[in-house]
């Protein structure tokens, strides 16, 4: 009997974190848009189910007397990823997603960024992970943006993060995927999900990550610094669902060139004598 294909329709390919299915592989930030209603129709275009949000710039509850994101976003409807933006410690980072898990009524499912500098926002691997093993120690599920070191990677992975987050290229850049061959290596290493985070900055970005076997994408300045950020998460949310399609189907095998014709070469028609 032949296997079944493999497939990515909706419920058939879930992505699972911290035992959790959903259907999307995007995820999707909520800063830097004009504003919650554009935030909130970009995010819905998207598709996504995982929704971040920067506790130290959005308000979620902290500021009762300004517009929330949680009335824009309902928790009913999606998945909060709470993150550490804007820190540079350890400390910083766990003091913010403590802050979180109150303003969120025990939410533990948190993603963990400790940036090096302000100028790259390069993740401090040293303090990401002491944040890292505090937090698991705490009780967190923790996602975690790091480079795109393997050896890093493993060893958040070891630490108990529930993914890793290995960055495309620096955070805002539009770069795309800088080094595949450092994030192939993530991806075979790694026994939670692989989600490229930052340095996306268009459709075939996305497509490419998800064609190399990373397992979900999360991206933010691509869609919301685009001219139309709507559009823009349409067009993210069809590469996510395109690429993830593409690795499970298996690609040909790249080749300089190929003598073998791709159509049949017997039954031709003979030439005409003469």
Not at 207 to 234: F, R, S, W, Y
Request: charged letters at 20%; aromatic letters at 4%; glycine letters at 8%.
């Amino acid at each position: 009997m032949n296997a079944p294909l493999p497939t990515a329709e909706a419920g058939a390919d879930p992505l699972v974190i911290a035992g959790r299915a959903y259907r999307s592989r995007l995820l999707i930030g909520t800063g830097k848009y004009k504003d919650f209603d554009e935030t909130r129709r970009a995010v819905e275009a998207s598709g996504a189910e995982i929704v971040t949000v920067a506790i130290r710039r959005t308000n979620i509850g902290q500021n009762a007397n300004e517009p929330s994101l949680l009335d824009a976003l309902p928790p009913s409807k999606y998945t909060y990823l709470p993150n550490t933006a804007g820190c540079y410690t350890a400390e910083d980072a766990v003091r913010t997603l403590r802050l979180a898990r109150e303003l969120l009524d025990g939410h533990d499912l948190v993603k963990l960024e400790v940036l090096g500098d302000p100028k790259t926002l390069f993740p401090n691997v040293v303090e990401t992970i002491a944040a890292a093993e505090t937090l698991v120690r705490e009780g967190f599920k923790v996602m975690v943006y790091t480079s795109d070191d393997p050896i890093v990677a493993k060893r958040l992975e070891e630490a108990g993060c529930v993914a890793v987050m290995p960055l495309a290229s620096l955070i805002g850049s539009g770069m795309g995927i800088l080094n595949p061959w450092n994030l192939a290596l993530v991806i075979e290493n790694a026994k939670v999900p692989v989600i490229v985070d930052a340095g996306v900055g268009t459709a075939s970005d996305a497509a490419i990550a998800m064609e190399l076997g990373c397992d979900a994408v999360l991206m933010n300045t691509a869609v919301a610094q685009a001219k139309h950020p709507v559009l823009m998460a349409q067009a993210m949310r069809k590469a996510v669902e395109a690429g993830r399609e593409a690795f499970l189907a298996g690609r040909m095998p790249k080749k300089l060139y190929s003598a073998s014709p791709s159509s049949p070469a017997s039954g031709l028609i003979p030439p005409k004598a003469g």
